[in-house]
């Protein structure tokens, strides 16, 4: 099944509300980057989240660039997302597993850290892009990118993510949610919402139980007070080519260039989003040195 978010509005416009299944996305994020347990939730949730605020903060041919550096083991992780539902992303150390918290849960805050920064990139195809930062408040990720929504966009929001990892680090669901207080909302429909949120299961486990993204919205807002604006596709999708990696290998000195023709007499590059390989060949280098 394709994954897919939901966009609406409830309370006649007093809330925008937004829901997404990422499970075919995460399990693909984690076969690619052979995560363990504690870096695939803390990448699904980052993945989930830019997925979200990608379709919030976007509009036609936008990107944006997730970075969360926190001081955790996994290292800093990059998620890029786009306005027609694409992302990727890559992260420092995959391999990181650790013992359950007190909760009994995954250690997301273990795996990113509880300090550092979460910055994001807007490339809204303007002169300059766009760059908005906030430390880390939480380590959890929820938290810290409705921190963000609060600080850098003013727009308060509540922003659920959760991803529901196999003891053999497979993914077996993942998801979230994010609602978004305009600023005519009546104190006693955020009441109400904050209520029912609260009380709402992990997402994870909402859709280990096959619920989709519109029930969740419902369990949210209500059936009768929502109106379901759009559905957009969301997949995991590397935009990479020969041809870019040709155009940054041209901007390596056309000294450095030979020295790799001489010594290796070929250039291996991977893609960090995907780890395509591509290889130039002794000619193909030689045309690049040639076109500088
Ligand atoms: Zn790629």
Redesign the pocket.
Known sequence: MTDYLIKALAYNGQLRVYAIDTTETVRKAQRIHDTWSAATTAFGRAITATSLLSQSLLKGGNKMTVKIMGNGPTGTIVIDGTASGDVKGYLKEPHVHLPLNKQQKIDVKGAVGSSGLLEITKDLGLKMPFTGQVPLVSGELGEDFTYYMAKSEQIPSSIGVSVFVNNDNSVRTAGGFMVQAMPDADEAVLAEVEQNIANLPAISVMMAKKTIPEEIIYRICGQKNTQILDKVEISYR?D?SKERFAKSLASISPADLKLIIEEDHSAEVI?H??K?KYVFTEAELERLVKDI
């Open positions: 590397c990479c893609c989003f995907c395509k």
